[in-house]
């Protein structure tokens, strides 16, 4: 059970990272939101943030962690703080790999 929880959260953080932070993903990130900050539209201020979501690990080791409470809730019926837990490991370990060096907001 606790090794299934470890792997489960390295896993997390490897997809967090690859999808937020590695240069796999770089161009569609930037294909999403490829205008400038400055641009104050709707439209792209919803870009920013969904990329902003995207980039921050806890931010998606959350959602991560409910779809994989919603896909896999049979495997783990008692583990409803999973999005919580996910986020707090993917947090912490963006922080001990220097991918979060800005402050939390």
Partial sequence: MIYDLLVYCLAAFGLAFIVGSSKITLRMRNAI???????????????????????????????EGLAALY?????????????????????????IAGLMNEAIE
């Fill in 33 to 63: 939101a490829p205008l400038p900050k400055a641009d104050r539209t709707l439209a792209n201020g919803l870009r920013r943030f969904f990329i902003e979501l995207i980039e921050c690990a806890a931010c998606f080791g959350f959602w």
């Fill in 71 to 95: 896909f896999f809730s049979a495997l783990v019926p008692r583990w409803w703080i999973l999005p919580l837990l996910t986020s707090g490991v993917n947090l912490l370990l963006a922080k």
